[in-house]
């Protein structure tokens, strides 16, 4: 048999969709960030285009960073001060996209204002200049006061505004339909909801091409294999021609590896596992690389080494797929 | 052309003698029909029923053992593409490469600190399987002396590397016992030396060529020449490559029945820069490989590749469970804490690592939620008043401490009143991540 064979040919593709927007667009962003289109399972060149370069949006917080252990947050020094200067950093550190997560408007982490939120925004829209992810605090309420000011001060910028829930979209779609930013559509590891949160968004005029779903992401061991085989279970039906899973999709890295205890945990509390310098960006850089290989669109990161290894193993796929693309 | 349970079935002796190992005729033919069972476990099939069944109830990838005894280790005969329509079967076996020219104590050393590269985490010990042994000297002697060096140093079954049928030969021989795995690098040009040599000895045999045709052709010789149990091997090549050739060979065994690519394929991660060839080998795990050959030695970098092997060869249509009830840790005293979680592996595995962490010995109830997580059980109405109450009376942990004090996971909360209400004790609201307990014990936590 001839390996041609082998290959699947594919009806449709995951949707192409841009963030950020130059002066000529309306905003004020050096340049743009377009990721999916991919046409085959993922890197298989063989098949079908492998689409736009995956992104690398880097973590910025407002407030909180307590939160973050001490092993990662050393490593950005006396950035972390404020959002506008750690913003900077991640761009010094490669980020294609800030994601800025708006933890100090939490009840508990400072409760800021949605005033004071929309402030901040501003301000790390004018210290950088990639593209902007902004994520609520997960707090239903308060995101739904927030978000909204934080949309109008991003006008025009396209950026990708979170989350939207099968149980709370409305005031979110509703602002960023207004201002012109896209969403990250988040789901519970449930493809199905997935798709339902979709809908949700379109049913009230929302387009399709402007989402991005996000499944939930768990972390190298800890779940991995549920989000994997979600998005697996997408991306076939996505290139089978279901158009509520033709979205990009997210994976929330960062976030979740430095959660492990593989991470985090002391060479003593771990003997025989590594030293924790080593393994906690390893961690993260794994848990990154594998979702590569389920169709992952953008992944969100923390530590720098991870940011530089992920960002050379997206360089070995692009390249090696386009030595073997037909 | 596959054949049905029931095609299978028409052919066997039906006198249900287990035997096989199953419980009936039918259930075998279930099994073969499956590609998890091959004719050979019937002992009493008829020449007749062979030729009839013949390759068409073969499994479309062949199940190769390496090794002998405890430490054999079984790749292949996996069914699918994507872990959702089945199950990965067969773990791929992560292969340490040693170079022959190490010295005796040097070998010793080094198959001591392979020995090492294991790790128990998730309630399940995940460690290096193989030992790969590298003919880098050139020398036949060399290298079979070294493969017996090895074989004494270590328990792990070997594969031996080679361009030289001779030296596979030589070091086959001296390690016949053990079933190493024979490697032939260059096949095209040294695989019909290599075919005899595998025969003679009846050891599995890897065929390493650069090209799909190749590696079809010379398989196709090796099964001409009666071996069964091969490997195929594309050797050292980039990483989108590989993982083409691994999902291309995959596709062509399992859903064109492609019989020269129905063997499981052996990939080699031996780079320069050990995060990248760390990266590479976790891809090859996810994407099909049975065999990974790797220079990787530190131990952080196998823990990745095996968590990723972990995590991928779970069974997804069976949620890991641990058995529900009390479990203790440390050696709890009257006043230790009682912590609750469900009985999913990830959710009771992560409270117990915790907790362990924190050095304060302390009682987890793990309730039995059909192995659901905690938000999923109590979204699905497992995890409530009511069924923390009943495991919370029937583990009889009352009777061994001298407070009534219970501690919800922090993801829970609401739940504080109604379990406080049916079961009479005092609720404490712990933290949402099992990351935060240490802290919780040690800074919130009086008895």
Known sequence: MNIQDTAQSWSASINELTLGATSAEGGTRAKTVTIGGGKCIPWLAYEGSVGHRPAIAVEVWDAGMGAWPAALLEQYGDATSDAATWAKKAVELGADIVALRLMGTHPDMGDASPDEAAATVKAVLDAVDVPLIVWGCDVEEKDNTVLPKCCEAAKGENCLFGTIKEKNYRTLVASCLADGHKLIAESPLDINIAKQVNILAHDVGFPLENLVIFPTTAALGYGLEYVFSIMERGRLAALGGDPLLQQPVLCDVGLQAWRAKEAVASEEALPGFGPAAERGPLWETISATNYLQAGADILVLRHPAAITTTRDAIDRLVEGAAALAV | ?447
């Open chain 2, 1 to 447: 052309m596959a054949l049905s349970g029931l095609d299978i079935y028409k052919h066997l002796p039906k006198e249900n003698c287990k035997e096989c190992g199953l419980a009936t005729c039918l259930a075998f033919a279930m099994k073969v029909a499956g590609g998890q069972a091959t004719l050979d476990a019937c002992p009493r099939l008829d020449d007749g029923a062979k030729a009839a069944l013949g390759e068409a109830s073969a499994p479309p990838q062949q199940l190769v053992t390496i090794g002998s005894g405890d430490h054999a280790v079984k790749i292949g005969q996996e069914t699918v593409l994507f872990r959702h329509d089945d199950k990965f079967y067969h773990p791929c076996a992560v292969a340490i490469c040693v170079d022959d020219t190490l010295d005796g104590d040097a070998m010793g050393e080094r198959c001591k600190a392979i020995g090492a590269l294991s790790f128990d985490r998730m309630g399940t010990t995940s460690a290096v399987g193989l030992l790969a042994l590298h003919n880098t000297s050139g020398d036949v002697q060399r290298f079979a002396q070294a493969a017996k060096a090895a074989a004494v140093a270590s328990d792990k079954p070997l594969v031996l590397i080679s361009p030289d049928a001779d030296a596979l030969r030589a070091a086959g021989e001296a390690t016949a016992d053990g079933r190493p795995l024979l490697w032939i690098k260059d096949a095209v040009e040294n695989g019909d030396a290599a075919i005899a040599v595998a025969k003679d000895l009846s050891l599995p045999l890897c065929l390493e060529a650069p090209d799909f045709d190749s590696l079809a052709a010379l398989a196709e010789k090796a099964r001409d020449a009666g071996l069964k149990e091969l490997v195929l091997s594309p050797g050292p090549v980039g990483a989108a490559e590989g993982l083409s050739f691994l999902s291309q060979s995959r596709r062509a065994a399992i859903e064109k029945k492609f019989r020269p690519m129905g063997f499981p394929v052996a990939m080699v991660a031996m780079g320069e820069d050990p995060v990248e060839t760390t990266v590479d080998a976790c891809w090859y795990t996810l994407k099909y490989a049975g065999i990974i050959v790797t220079n990787l030695s530190s131990p952080e970098q196998l823990l990745a590749v095996l968590t990723t092997r972990q995590d991928i060869y779970t069974n997804p249509q069976v949620p890991v469970q641990v058995e529900p009830g009390l479990h203790t840790i440390g050696d709890p005293g009257a006043d230790a804490p009682v912590l609750v979680t469900t009985n999913f592996a990830l959710s009771y595995y992560s409270v117990e690592s915790e907790v362990e962490s924190s050095r304060i010995p302390a009682y987890v109830l793990a309730v039995d939620t059909e192995g659901t997580s905690v938000l999923t059980a109590w979204a699905a109405e497992k995890l409530t008043a009511a069924t923390i109450t009943e495991a919370l009376t029937q583990c009889g942990v009352g009777g061994k401490i001298d407070h009534k004090k219970l501690i919800l996971p922090g993801l829970v909360a609401v739940l504080s009143g109604s379990v406080a209400d049916e079961s009479g004790w005092e609720i404490l609201v712990g933290p949402r991540e099992a990351s935060g307990i240490v802290s919780y014990l040690k800074n919130q936590w009086k008895p």
